[in-house]
T-cell receptor, first 115, second 114 residues
């Protein structure tokens, strides 16, 4: 089991550019989550999917952020246009149902720096 | 709504000393509680979880936590710290309804000195 795979590990971009973060969940997991981690705000849930369908995107900060899950093995988080305040570590996590509160499995994150 | 408060952004202990990381929760429904650990440049890993069974929960790497409803607490302990325990620790809560929404605390960085 390769775990949750995120790419890239680091992304440096200029303000105004489009940024796309990618995630491959663990095979067989039917929930996928996107989190953002900053010093100021800690870990924030941005959006989560169940069986590829977005369930709750109330944590998405604004319209510049969008997330898709075209199939069970791939998801993207896009920021367009990016701003310096978007600099953070973005984590993808997945889990499986079958019993309540099965643990989240996190990827190693993408560190985004917007200059 | 659920929330957790972690007291102390940093905790320093000597190797071999007791580790105590504090977490208090607020929940309008019976909570499920979790402790996660994050090593540098890595994602979070589950240490242990409480899901309304035994109030004393044992996790990996010798950690344990006790659920105390009267104190709304779920403190994490380890009898003897190792250098390898140095990391950031997060307490998290979810409720029975909407349990997918795991709400994390702000984290406590554990520093272990020789």
């Amino acid at each position: 089991d390769a775990g949750v795979i995120q790419s890239p590990r680091h992304e440096v971009t200029e303000m105004g550019q489009e940024v796309t973060l990618r995630c491959k969940p663990i095979s067989g997991h039917d929930y996928l989550f996107w989190y953002r981690q900053t010093m100021m705000r800690g870990l924030e849930l941005l959006i989560y999917f169940n069986n590829n369908v977005p369930i709750d995107d109330s944590g998405m900060p604004e319209d510049r952020f969008s997330a898709k899950m075209p199939n069970a093995s791939f998801s993207t988080l896009k920021i367009q246009p990016s701003e310096p305040r978007d600099s953070a570590v973005y984590f993808c996590a997945s889990r499986t149902t079958g019993q309540n509160n099965s643990p989240l499995h996190f990827g190693n994150g993408t560190r985004l720096t917007v200059t | 709504a659920q929330s957790v408060t972690q007291l102390g952004s940093h905790v320093s202990v000597s190797e071999g000393a007791l580790v105590l990381l504090r977490c208090n929760y607020s929940s309008s429904v019976p909570p499920y509680l979790f402790w996660y650990v994050q090593y540098p440049n890595q994602g979070l890993q589950l240490l242990l979880k409480y899901t309304s069974a035994a109030t004393l929960v044992k996790g990996i790497n010798g950690f344990e936590a006790e659920f105390k409803k009267s104190e709304t607490s779920f403190h994490l302990t380890k009898p003897s710290a190792h250098m390898s325990d140095a990391a950031e620790y997060f307490c998290a809560v979810s409720g029975l309804k909407g349990f997918q929404k795991l709400v994390f605390g702000t984290g406590t960085r554990l520093l272990v000195s020789p």
